[in-house]
């Protein structure tokens, strides 16, 4: 593919790298409980790419798990430092999340929505393009 972007993200010991090509198909964040408690965060930040277009290399390790949407979503994510790289979901076939941060690019497209506002903590204020969706369609 010539002329398509292509990012890399890695988790903290650098173990564990995502490749992806090409502009994600959408990024969102999400305040979900599961996202909150696993992430150790407020809300996770994520963009969505064809599995096609992603490159998984290094040892990990995956953890599948039920959202608050009642799908299951599996994290991967590295066996030494613990930081998950990528993410599939029931609900997303064909599509891998990578959490925004693992590419530490401070120029990456903010999210466009943010799935179970109604959860977000009270102090966080969203700017006016992010959406806040009650809940997480689908």
């Known amino acids: 593919m010539t002329g398509t972007r292509e990012r890399t993200a890695r988790c903290g010991c650098g173990g564990l790298t995502v490749t992806t090509r090409g502009e994600p198909t959408g990024v969102y964040a999400c305040s979900c409980l599961v996202c909150q408690r696993k992430s150790g965060a407020t809300f996770t930040y994520s963009a969505i790419f064809a599995e096609t277009d992603v490159t998984v290399a290094g040892e990990r390790r995956a953890w599948r798990h039920l959202g608050d949407s009642g799908r299951w979503i599996e994290s991967e994510f590295c066996p030494t430092c613990g930081s998950t790289v990528c993410i599939r979901g029931e ?16 120029d990456f497209a903010p999210p466009a929505m943010l799935f179970w506002g109604t959860r977000r ?3 966080l204020a969203l700017p006016d393009h992010v959406a806040a969706l009650d809940t997480q369609p689908g």
Do not use: A, I, S
Not at 91 to 106: E, H, I, N, R, S
């Open 91 to 106: 609900g997303m076939p064909g599509l891998m999340g990578v959490p925004v941060g693992c590419f530490g690019d401070p």
């Open 121 to 123: 903590h009270r102090w």
